[in-house]
């Protein structure tokens, strides 16, 4: 039976078109971030950091499948393109509205653009508000928004990777599958949390973004960022994986990845109870 064979891809074919869509999109935000790094684009006035990093996202990953899909038989709030995209963005805004912070008191991270006058983060959550600036932790907008690409290249490609070692374990018995099910998750949550430090992390962008101590945040950070993860690879997983569910709405969107922030948040905040900070 087709359905009990291993796949990287959706049953669904509405999902495995957008997931094959946007494996296209890597390459394209490899070639992007490098582009704009060599050039030293990063630190730029308030217009331009905030058209440059929506540039990064939304001509490949909203308009182009919108174009695309114009045909497809599926209305466009239903689209899964488009509900993962409105999951990514929503989850995007909380964790770096909220989260960022846990990475400037716990992680060591550092923004520096000295270009950019307009900053968006929590009043409450994490450093003093009265010397943050100075210290060089607040949050510019354009971080927002660049991190959607980010993130939609995380779990695109986790999403199928996951799908992959789910499908070939169908023969197991229970307690296997619930097993291979944690370490894969567990292991493409660390893999991209580690990957987008060592990677993003470059002699371009280091007078931009740093970590105080990058080989501590390679080492721990990596785990402590990985919580994120655990929690939005598996919850995404889920959204409209078979014909037989019930199509998710762009609600329940909002509200699966309300809670996915949250839940990550409580991780975060209990690492820091439990273990203190990383720098």
């Given at each position: 039976m087709i359905g009990t064979q291993p796949r990287w891809f959706s049953s669904n074919p509405d999902k495995a078109w957008a997931e094959k869509f946007f494996l296209t999109f890597v390459p394209v935000f490899?070639?992007?971030?490098?582009?704009?790094?060599?050039?030293?684009?990063l630190d730029v006035g308030n217009f331009w950091h905030v058209t440059q990093n929506l540039l990064m996202w939304v001509p490949y990953c909203v308009l182009l499948p919108a174009w695309?899909?114009?045909?497809?038989g599926v209305p466009w709030a239903q689209s899964y393109w488009f509900k993962f995209n409105v999951y990514m963005f929503w989850f995007v805004f909380l964790v770096t509205y909220f989260h960022t912070e846990?990475?400037?008191d716990v992680l060591g991270i550092r923004y520096r653009f000295d270009e950019v006058t307009i900053y968006f983060d929590s009043a409450l959550v994490g450093p003093d508000e009265a010397t943050a600036a100075a210290e060089f932790k607040k949050i510019p907008p354009g971080m927002y928004l660049n991190a959607v690409a980010f993130f939609?290249?995380?779990h695109t490609m986790a999403i199928v990777c996951m799908r992959r070692v789910r499908t070939m374990t169908l023969a197991w018995g229970l307690g296997a599958r619930r097993l291979a099910w944690v370490v894969i998750v567990a292991l493409t949550a660390l893999f991209f949390a580690w990957a987008e430090t060592r990677l993003y992390i470059t002699q371009s962008a280091s007078r931009n973004v740093w970590y105080v101590d990058l080989p501590a945040m390679l080492r721990w950070g990596s785990v402590f960022y990985s919580m994120y993860f655990v929690v939005s690879?598996?919850?995404l997983y889920r959204m409209d994986e078979t014909l037989s569910e019930v199509r998710w709405t762009?609600?329940?969107?909002l509200i699966e990845s309300s809670a996915t922030?949250?839940?990550?948040m409580l991780l975060l905040d209990l690492w820091v109870v439990f273990f203190?900070?990383?720098v």
């Open positions: 490899f070639v992007y971030n490098g582009v704009v790094q060599s050039m030293g684009w695309l899909r114009r045909h497809s846990y990475f400037f939609v290249v995380y690879f598996p919850n762009i609600g329940r969107c922030a949250m839940i990550s203190g900070t990383i």
